[in-house]
C-alpha cells in the first residue's frame, strides 16, 4: 500500500509564501508522477501542478509564475513552493501520486488527506 503524508499547510498573509511537503511511503511500488490539488469551500477540486517521473511541470494558468513544484525521488517527496499568496489561494491543498505496483504491474492513483493554506491579512 501507498500512503501520502502532506505538510507545510498554515495561515499566510497576502504576498506571502508557503512550501508544501507530501511524502509517499510503504513497499513494492515506483511513482510515476506526482500532482497538487486543491480545494476550497463550496468548490470542486482543482488541479493545480504535476511533475513526471523525468521532472517534467505542468502548471495550471492560476498559479504559473507563483507556484513551483518539484520532487525528490529518494526521498518519494514532492514539494510546492507557493510564493505571492493571494486570499483565493485559500483551500485544502492535496497530493496525488500515480504509481506503478509491481505485484500485477499496474498503474494506481493515491491521495493524501490535505492540509489546510489559509491567506488572510
Known amino acids: 500500500q501507498v500512503q501520502l503524508v502532506e505538510s507545510g499547510g498554515g495561515l499566510v498573509q497576502p504576498g506571502g509564501s508557503l512550501r508544501l511537503s507530501c511524502a509517499a511511503s510503504g513497499s513494492g511500488f515506483s511513482i510515476n508522477a506526482m500532482a497538487w490539488y486543491r480545494q476550497a469551500p463550496g468548490n470542486q477540486r482543482e488541479w493545480v501542478a504535476s511533475?513526471?517521473?523525468?521532472?517534467?511541470?505542468v502548471y495550471s494558468n492560476s498559479v504559473k509564475g507563483r507556484f513551483t513544484i518539484s520532487r525528490d525521488v529518494a526521498k518519494n517527496t514532492v514539494y510546492l513552493q507557493m510564493n505571492s499568496l493571494k486570499p483565493e489561494d485559500t483551500a485544502v491543498y492535496c497530493c496525488?501520486?500515480?504509481?506503478?505496483?509491481?505485484?500485477?504491474?499496474?498503474?494506481?492513483?493515491?491521495w493524501g488527506q490535505g492540509t489546510q493554506v489559509t491567506v488572510s491579512s
Open positions: 496525488k501520486a500515480n504509481v506503478q505496483v509491481f505485484r500485477g504491474n499496474y498503474a494506481a492513483d493515491y
Open positions: 511533475i513526471t517521473g523525468g521532472g517534467n511541470t
